[in-house]
């Protein structure tokens, strides 16, 4: 609108404003005066013809007496004059006496014109003597002009007033809505239009106006501007900071790495981002371009039933739903696609999916890797465990068939891993693994346990006679030498198996049953193969009855230390024993360590065993020092002790508890616990050798003993194995070998201690070869402790008198 | 004398009351009339019509002015005083339509004069009538 457009709009309405209010002061004064001057006029005629009324009223009061004589006696001439009195009277037009039978006298003033206007006053006249007596009538017609002439004066005197008074009025009005109403709004009018309210302008109350209407409404005008003003600003920032939100979630919708798309119930998708787009290779979705409608059903999904399902099922639940989907899309392999689906209200779902195939790959390959054996390739344990669960539910399904569950186990292996090391040993698991699978068909499963241990599952097996053959074709097959760096090299299997449904309908017992087949097997020498019989069962049920004796044979403490005397050849006098354990078992008597000491191995009883040896050791040598005899004792360790079961903190921490010095105490170890782990049986020696306790190499000469090892391991003696010791005469090959192992011994600083001498002829043979000290039945067997005292007085004497 | 005087007196005085309340309207025995209204009376001796109802014309006559008796028959008859019975006929002599009853000199001139005037017609006190004159209306009660 400009300037002058608005000035027009503006004075008009002023004008208008201005016009109104006089045109509605003006017609509401003259409508008052209209009515005034009406009421006034009203009241006037009625007021002047009663006025009239009363005075001809009066008047004929007075001229009653005589006109009721003239009526009295019709005297006309009286009434006449009457008359005539009458019309002097200006209120009166026309006199009319007259009795009951004639008309005495009609008089008029002026001409006769016409029926008059005003009422006429008509009176009965009475006898002057008889008051009931009507003798005639006196009619008197008011003058209607002089009436009239009194009321027009009177009207117009009302008019004249009303007519000042309204003029005043309308022009109080007319300046007062000028001065107070008018000229305030349109300066205020231009002020308005003038006036920025975002700048802070704001309205001016117009002078003496502050407590008026006017006053009151600049200041609601203010208010309403501050607010609005306040109200604009806080829009402004609102749609800012959406606008800054909106870009936020755009960028945030737009660079998402997952798919997100929104789509109603019946899987229309309306919206999606580039991700999804790009999982789909579909269009990109912008705001320019219409895409035609998708149905997310219609997606290339393997299962599309699926998809509608997960969709069902996001619509009536509250919580999001999620699933892996494969995609199928054309031109490329399948594809994992995680989907996660939320119902969001208005029969509308957000979807977030991402491509999920690499995880999927992942995961498949690591169930793989759970269930594979990385050496071989085989199944492993748990491979195997699966294999047989399913064939187990597989035919208890059928309920027809069976199947044979192989273990098979190379004999002497380990001897192998140790003697050639491990990748000679994984070299000959290889070579095992392809002739296994030569033996077996292409249905039956075969897997490896863990070191030489390998399972073999049989498919489609009934009777024994079917097994029998392959396992005699897998024995013919281990058979054949192996060939490790150019070398041939021979082995053999020990094969249990087990039969299901025959032996055993779940899984751990076959499993068992196999095993123990195999452990059978493996007892009777190896290079066989043993079908599970129930025997063996009760053979195992022998074992665990006579785990739970030790067990409780620790618990009662029958377990004893026998000693035998170790003579020193130079000094000629005993100085110290071995330490051998016995049980002493409430009903089978005493029992060597033979019978118990490889369960107690293989259960790892033998560890607390051997602390409680070390105990009864300790105490006896406490016993000999404090008798003054300075005897050495040596004590077995067995390889399971090595080296969490023996630690040398607790040797130390016992040896000193009884006050016994390390170097008392001799610990024995055979070649082969030395050399299971070489890493771990060194860091304990060397820790064990370093608190001062001696170490002394046991059966030497009967392992696969290496001198390059000897010279590795902190030992003190070598212990020459009594098979040499017993073998040995002058012209043998023991005799030879035992001066070999003396002077080699000797020539490491080693002290050599020969086992098994039972004659005469032993003691001075190796007294000649250089043997620093002996022990066998030539001088004792091993006592209780109770019995030691006789047998030094029995060594004594013997080193005093020798005898055959 | 004085004792006649006293009876006289005490006769008129006993009779009194009747004799002084018993104006009569009289006519000449010899007229034709033997009976009149009030109504009659009234418009006769005030003026209104001098007829008689045998169509002789009337001619009332008034005892002296000064006469008891005369006011006491127009008290009786239109309950007006002699005064007022005066400023009556004084609106009327104006006019002379019609004029007053005559008027006698005395009381003894009224019956002079009924006697002597065909359609005369008098009052007098009931004791004064004789046969010469009839009794035409008496006052009632």
């Not at chain 1, 209120?91 to 008309?103: G, N, P, Q, R, W």
């Not at chain 1, 989907?325 to 031109?331: A, I, N, R, T, Y």
């Not at chain 1, 070598?718 to 040995?728: I, N, Q």
Request: charged residues 20%; negative net charge.
């Amino acid at each position: 609108m400009n300037p002058s457009e608005r000035a027009f709009t503006g004075a008009w309405r002023l004008r208008g404003l201005l016009v109104r209010s006089t045109l509605a002061v003006i017609a509401a004064s003259l409508l008052a005066g209209v009515l005034a001057v009406a009421y006034t006029a009203y009241a006037t005629s009625q007021r002047a013809h009663l006025a009239s009324q009363t005075r001809l009223a009066e008047l004929l009061d007075t001229m009653e007496s005589t006109l009721a004589v003239a009526c009295f006696v019709k005297d006309q001439t009286l009434a006449r004059e009457l008359a005539q009195g009458l019309l002097d009277n200006s209120d009166v037009l026309a006199v009319s006496i007259s009795t009951e039978d004639e008309l005495l006298t009609e008089k008029h003033r002026g001409p006769v014109t016409g029926v008059p206007g005003g009422a006429s006053l008509k009176r009965l006249i009475y006898s002057p003597f008889d008051k009931q007596k009507l003798v005639g009538q006196i009619v008197l017609t008011p003058d209607p002009k002089v009436i009239n002439a009194r009321i027009s004066e009177e009207v117009w005197f009302a008019t004249i007033q009303l007519s000042w008074q309204l003029g005043m009025v309308t022009f109080a009005v007319v300046l007062m809505m000028l001065l107070f109403i008018v000229r305030p709004i349109q300066a205020m009018s231009d002020r308005l239009h003038r006036m920025d309210p975002t700048a802070g302008d704001r309205l001016a109350i117009p002078g003496r106006h502050a407590s008026t209407e006017i006053g009151q409404l600049v200041v609601d005008i203010n208010a309403l501007s501050d607010r609005l003003t306040g109200a604009l600003a806080a829009e402004r920032q609102l749609h800012l900071q959406g606008e800054v939100e909106e870009k936020k979630f755009h960028t945030i919708f737009d660079n998402a790495e997952s798919g997100l798309f929104l789509m109603d119930n019946q899987g229309g998708v309306s919206s999606w981002n580039p991700a999804f787009a790009s999982l789909f290779g579909i269009g990109q979705q912008t705001p320019d371009v219409v895409l035609p409608a998708l149905n997310i059903k219609q997606l290339p999904w393997h299962s599309p039933q699926q998809m509608g399902e997960l969709l069902q099922n996001a619509l009536l639940q509250n919580n999001a739903v999620t699933q892996d989907l494969q995609v199928q899309m054309p031109g490329s392999g399948p594809s994992w696609i995680n989907m996660v689906l939320r119902s969001v209200g208005d029969n509308l779902l957000q979807g977030v999916m991402h491509d999920v195939s690499h995880l999927k790959e992942s995961e498949a390959s690591a169930r793989q890797l759970a269930v594979t054996d990385p050496l071989t390739g085989l199944a492993n344990r748990q491979g195997l465990q699966d294999r047989l669960h399913a064939h187990v539910q597989e035919y208890a399904a059928a309920k027809k068939g069976g199947f044979a569950l192989l273990l098979v186990n190379l004999d002497g292996f380990r001897r192998i891993n140790e003697g050639m090391g491990l990748p000679a040993g994984d070299a000959i698991l290889q070579a095992t693994t392809r002739r296994l699978c030569a033996c077996v068909n292409s249905d039956d499963t075969l897997a490896r346990l863990g070191a030489d241990n390998f399972g073999i599952i049989l498919n489609q097996i009934t009777q024994g006679e079917a097994v029998d053959r392959i396992v005699s074709r897998i024995v013919q097959a281990i058979r054949q030498p192996y060939f490790v760096d150019g070398s041939p090299m021979s082995l053999h299997a020990s094969i249990g198996v087990a039969l299901f449904p025959g032996d055993g309908f779940d899984v751990p017992s076959l499993l068992r049953q196999a095993e123990l087949a195999m452990d059978s097997a493996k007892s009777a020498g190896g290079d066989s193969h043993v079908f599970f019989d129930p025997l063996l069962t009760e053979a195992a049920e022998q074992r665990r009855h006579m785990e739970s004796d030790l067990r409780s044979a620790i618990r009662k403490q029958e377990f004893v230390l026998f000693y035998q005397p170790v003579i020193d050849l130079a000094a000629q006098r005993l100085c110290g024993a071995e330490a051998l354990i016995r049980w002493r078992h409430p009903t089978r008597g005493l029992v060597m360590p033979d019978s118990f000491i490889p369960l107690a191995e293989k259960t790892g009883l033998v560890v607390e065993i051997g602390l409680l040896m070390l105990e009864v050791a300790c105490q006896q040598l406490a016993t000999w020092q404090s008798q003054g005899l300075d005897y050495t004792l040596s004590l077995n360790v067995s390889g399971r002790q090595i080296p969490e079961g023996l630690p040398p903190d607790k040797l130390q921490e016992v040896a000193q508890r009884y006050g016994i010095s390390p170097s008392k105490l001799a610990l024995e170890l055979t070649e082969g616990v030395m050399l299971h782990d070489i890493e771990k049986s060194l860091s304990w020696l060397n820790a064990v050798h370093e608190l001062g306790f001696k170490v002394y190499l046991d059966d030497f000469g009967t392992g696969y003993s290496s001198l390059s090892y000897l010279k590795l391991f902190p030992v003190d003696t070598l212990k020459v194995d009594k098979s040499f010791v017993l073998d040995m005469r002058d012209d043998s090959n023991e005799y030879t070998l035992v001066g070999a192992i003396i002077s080699m011994g000797r020539s490491l600083g080693l002290d050599i201690v020969a086992e098994g001498v039972e004659r005469l002829s032993h003691l001075t043979a190796l007294q000649r070869m250089g043997c620093h000290y002996v022990q066998g039945y030539y001088f004792s067997r091993p006592v209780p402790a109770e019995e030691f005292d006789a047998v030094v007085a029995r060594v004594t004497a013997l080193l005093a008198a020798p005898k055959e | 004398m004085r004792t006649w005087r006293l009876t006289l007196f005490m006769a008129l005085w006993g009779l009194g009351a009747t004799v002084w309340a018993e104006p009569v309207v009289v006519v000449n025995a010899a007229s034709a009339i033997t009976k009149l209204g009030q109504d009659d009376v009234v418009n006769i001796f005030l003026g209104r019509y001098r007829r008689l109802p045998t169509g002789e014309t009337a001619v009332p006559i008034d005892q002296p002015e000064s006469a008891a008796l005369r006011a006491e028959f127009y008290r009786k008859l239109v309950n007006k005083e002699p005064n007022e019975v005066s400023a009556y006929w004084s609106r009327l002599l104006f006019s002379g339509k019609t004029s007053p009853p005559l008027q006698a000199v005395t009381a003894n001139d009224v019956m002079v004069l009924l006697m002597s005037q065909p359609g005369g017609i008098a009052y007098m006190d009931h004791s004064q009538v004789d046969k010469r004159f009839r009794i035409v209306m008496e006052f009632s009660r």
